[in-house]
Each structure stands twice: as structure tokens, then as C-alpha cells.
């Protein structure tokens, strides 16, 4: 008798840890189960608008991903690295070698790749009578360079 009592006391126990985690005002037990049934209901249908939702911005993202950069101090000017998932970025080389222009920076090696993806290394060094750049300002001007040539693109 004495564990009927103890198996009843602890569903009890459940019943009104589920009723305070679905935020229930109901009394009698029948009722917790029913909004708890409703609740679990509402979280799937949460899960299914953001699970759409992540696969919508997946395909976005997928579809016209932006290029990466990365920009290091050498002794003498900057290391560029760009690169992107996509290997056809007409134009994106152009408009990253105007930024260097832009900045004053002259292309002193450069490597460029598009066979399974583009692919940009290059070392730019301040030209004389420009003034210094660091490595931020170079940075900022690639991202800017390369968020121009995406608003070109996506206008063709």
C-alpha cells in the first residue's frame, strides 16, 4: 500500500513539474496533459518556421556567398589573401587591385587562382610617396572593394 502511495505522490510530483515547466494554470491532471500536449505542439511548429528559416539564409548564403580577406603586416607593405567558394568572380580581381590603388599600394607578387575556387595572394608594397597604410585600412578597403563588386554583380 505504501508504494501505491509513494508511485502516486511522485506522478503528482511530475505532473506538477510539467505543469510549471509548460506555464499550465491547470488544476486537475487531465488538463496539465492536455496543455502540455499543446505546448509541445507549439515548440514543433517553432522548430519548423526556424529550421526554414536557417535553410532559407543556407541557400542565400550558398547561392552568393561573399569572398573572404584577410590582410598581414610584412616589413614592407601587406599580405592579401581573398578567397571564395565560388570560382567564377568576374571582376572581383579588378575591383580588389583599385583598392590597392586606391590605397597607393604597388602589386609586388601576386597570386591568382579560379580553378575550383578563387583564390587572390598578393603582396602590396606603399609606394613612395603615399603615406603609410596599416593593415586595417588595407583590410577595410578589400572588404569595401569586394562588397562593391557584389552590389555590381548582383545588379547584372
Not at 40 to 51: T, Y
Request: charged share 25%; proline share 2%.
Amino acid at each position: 500500500m505504501a508504494s501505491r502511495e509513494h508511485k502516486r505522490e511522485a506522478m503528482h510530483e511530475k505532473l506538477q513539474l510539467l505543469r510549471s515547466i509548460t506555464n499550465s494554470r491547470a488544476l486537475n491532471d487531465s488538463s496539465i496533459v492536455l496543455d502540455a500536449s499543446k505546448y509541445i505542439e507549439e515548440l514543433k511548429q517553432k522548430v519548423e518556421i526556424l529550421n526554414q528559416d536557417l535553410e532559407t539564409a543556407q541557400t542565400s548564403s550558398d547561392q552568393n556567398p561573399l569572398p573572404v580577406a584577410t590582410v598581414e603586416t610584412l616589413e614592407k607593405g601587406f599580405l592579401v589573401n581573398v578567397s571564395s567558394d565560388n570560382k567564377s568572380c568576374p571582376g572581383l580581381l579588378v575591383s580588389i587591385l583599385e583598392a590597392f590603388e586606391e590605397l597607393g599600394l604597388n602589386v609586388r607578387e601576386a597570386s591568382v587562382s579560379c580553378a575550383d575556387n578563387f583564390q587572390l595572394q598578393a603582396v602590396g608594397e606603399n609606394e613612395e610617396q603615399a603615406e603609410s597604410n596599416d593593415a586595417q585600412v588595407v583590410k577595410e578597403a578589400v572588404v569595401q572593394a569586394i562588397k562593391n563588386w557584389s552590389g555590381n554583380t548582383e545588379l547584372e
